[in-house]
């Protein structure tokens, strides 16, 4: 038998690792396993990528050279901190430490078991276990399993997430026959194990706009697509965006008064509730006091899990089974309907017949090629793979949009230490928001962590990184939400490694945005009685209620001052009645290729300033209308 071959840890890497995450009364320090388990992260993202990553941390190690006189390995513990809050202010290095201070915390917090009393450890899952086989499990096949050879039928689905999962189940329920095809994975509850790491390599596609700023686009791949991995947050679009859509696309089909009962539909099947008290916990009172203090309007948030108790953190799935997301609520009736899917199976060609859309051919895990043909063709992979989809097969050019007109929703946080117990790690993540500015693009919500992401949250290491994990139970962390500017994104297809190559620059306005919604999120905090805040920003990442935020309040930062964030990119196929200027029409039919439909995050015309799940979904309800009429 071979012995596996083991990679020894680079000295550089283990010494920076020690000093990022030294450990604390509860926690215990980061060591050789941190290292290995963080080059094998890297790896899975692509192996080209792990000598870079090494390479990275030695140029760190050498880095100390100047102003100590040795490599950072050879320092004392004392000086290695001391080096840290150097490095962590420096306009380059400090960047480099951010990325790789976060991929150790997401690696070293994820696995780590709690050594004190207090605990330390993620918080005990509340799982579901499926119990029983459903019939309509019998609809759902790997695709490497499937020996059924050629399939017939009326439409065909590409996507299983909000735009697709609600269109295949619409027009099942009117008799149609409908197949899905999923690249994704079909996970129950079990497989939600409350691990960032797993949850990442499973759930999520590797995504992130380049400009002047590189940010993470967390968008997910797997049955029920993004829906299955979110925080349930259920906003209608608000009125005055559904506006101004009437006056940029000349039409009236998506006033305030036309859509309502396309999202009192959807919001019937998730079953949309306010969120209780008792789940939000005690950062709702702490939210609604500091609103209070100066004010500012405040709420409970609105979401698609009636049952939810907090039992875990969402993003990494729901084990209880509380949230309705699509592969829940919409998905099993389809299934009940005669519908069927076909997992692990990436759509690579549209067949067309005289122009129009008659079926596509997927290719499954090991390189077999499915082959589906049907009268309709719904393209609902989200707004990152759809526009890569059609540049790859050279559809829908005319226009020369696809892929254009990005926007992100670039997004922030602050968090905030109280005497109050917190907790947030036993309530749901997005359960509270102020509205006050919302108008002017900007939205607040809470934004509990789990207790294996919480370190994430802070843009700084060593011993204070630490200090403020043994006191988490204390803080509250709060996210900050941004309309766009511009629609400057583009989706430009895939890059050489097979990653999504996106750009995207945030906005000098934006930018000011940010800083200022950061500051009313920081007056709030004040006003509720914080000790201690903590803005993502690289440069004024803890500061004090008086002096110290008084002068974050007057600075300017640069877009690279900041850590930003993506959830929902949208408007890559831009929807208009003329096909010179616009890839589908108002009815979401390819103005190029009869037969096709886009139905997802790519044809909304964003931003929206708010969580866009129920805005795709009704959409997507409204389209299904349409194209059951075409197909009467």
């Known amino acids: 038998m071979d012995t596996p071959v083991v990679t020894v840890p680079d000295r550089a890497s283990v010494a920076l690792v020690e000093a990022l995450i030294p450990g604390s009364r509860d926690l215990a320090a980061a060591d050789e396993t941190t290292v290995r388990r963080a080059e094998e992260v890297v790896r899975h993202v692509h192996p080209s990528l792990v000598r870079a990553w090494t390479a990275a941390q030695r140029t760190l190690d050498a880095a100390a050279y100047p102003r100590r006189g040795r490599p950072f390995h050879a320092l004392s513990a004392d000086a290695q901190d001391a080096v840290l809050r150097q490095w962590e202010k ?92 999923e690249e994704g994975e079909h996970y129950r509850n079990d497989a939600f194990d409350g691990s960032s ?9 590797t995504a992130f706009s380049v400009g002047n700023v590189v940010m993470p ?70 939210m609604a006091r500091g609103c209070d203090a100066l004010g500012w309007s405040h709420f409970a948030i609105r979401r698609n899990a009636p049952d939810c108790d907090g039992s875990g953190f969402c993003d990494f799935g729901c084990a209880s089974g509380a949230r309705r997301s699509i592969d829940v609520a919409y998905l099993p009736p389809a299934f009940n309907d005669g519908a069927m899917l076909l997992t692990g199976t ?93 108008r002017d693009g900007i939205l607040v919500t809470t934004a509990q962590p789990s207790r ?3 370190p994430l949250l802070f843009p700084f290491t060593g011993r204070r990184l630490m200090e403020v994990v043994d006191g988490m139970d204390r803080v509250a962390s709060f996210a ?18 097979g990653i999504p190559a996106i750009t995207y620059s945030v906005t000098a306005r934006d930018t000011e945005r940010m800083h200022q ?40 930062p640069s877009p690279g001052d900041l850590v930003w964030l993506s959830y929902h990119p949208l408007g890559t196929c831009k929807m208009g009645d003329d096909p010179k200027t616009s890839v589908v029409g108002l009815d979401h039919e390819a103005h190029d290729v009869r037969g096709l439909f886009v139905v997802d ?29 075409k197909l009467a």
């Not at 499990?137 to 399993?145: A, E, F, K, Y």
């Not at 790491?197 to 596609?205: D, T």
């Not at 349930?232 to 005055?240: A, D, K, L, V």
């Not at 900050?480 to 490694?497: C, Q, S």
Request: charged share 20%.
């Open 197 to 205: 790491v797993r949850a990442h390599q499973r759930f999520y596609r």
């Open 346 to 438: 990436r759509v690579v060609k549209l067949v067309t017949e005289g122009g129009r859309a008659t079926g596509v051919e997927g290719v499954t895990k090991s390189g077999r090629t499915i082959r589906v043909r049907g009268r309709a063709v719904v393209l609902a992979g989200g707004t990152i793979p759809t526009p890569i989809f059609l540049l790859e097969q050279g559809l829908c050019s005319t226009s020369g949009q696809v892929g254009r007109n990005l926007t992100i929703h670039p997004s922030c946080g602050l968090s905030a230490l109280f005497d109050d117990e917190i907790k947030g790690h036993d309530h749901i993540p997005q359960g509270y928001g102020c509205d006050e500015f919302v």
């Open 90 to 181: 420096d306009p380059i290095l400090g960047k480099a430490l951010a990325f790789i201070s976060l991929v150790y915390k997401m690696v070293h917090f994820d696995q780590v078991e709690p050594q004190g009393s207090n605990g330390g450890g993620r918080t005990a899952l509340r799982v579901v276990r499926p119990t029983d086989e459903p019939r309509w499990l019998r609809q759902v096949h790997p695709g490497d399993t499937w020996d059924g050879g050629d399939i017939e039928c009326d439409v065909v689905v590409i996507g299983s997430g909000a735009g697709g999962g609600v269109v295949g189940r619409e027009l099942a329920a009117r008799g149609l026959a409908v197949v899905f095809l």
């Open 601 to 629: 995050g790519s044809t909304v015309p964003g931003p929206l300033g708010v969580n866009p799940q129920l805005t795709i979904m009704a959409m997507a309800t409204r389209a299904a209308e349409g194209i059951a009429a």
């Open 452 to 454: 294996n992401l919480a």
């Open 217 to 286: 686009i967390f968008v997910g791949r797997l049955v029920g697509g993004s829906t299955a991995i979110n925080g349930g947050t259920s906003f209608r679009t608000p009125p005055w965006i559904l506006e101004r859509w009437c006056e940029e696309l000349d039409t009236d089909a998506f006033s305030p008064e036309a859509m309502a009962r396309h999202f009192d539909r959807v919001e019937g099947i998730l079953d949309v509730r306010t969120s209780s008290r008792q789940a939000i916990g005690p950062i709702g009172d702490v």
């Open 517 to 556: 919604a950061m500051v009313h999120t920081g007056e709030m905090c004040i006003a509720a009685g914080a000790k201690k805040l903590y803005p993502v920003n690289l440069t004024a990442p803890i500061l004090n209620p008086g002096s110290e935020f008084d002068a974050f309040r007057r600075t300017s």
């Open 480 to 497: 900050i939400l941004m309309r766009d500017d511009t629609r400057n994104g583009r989706v430009w297809g895939r890059d050489v490694a």
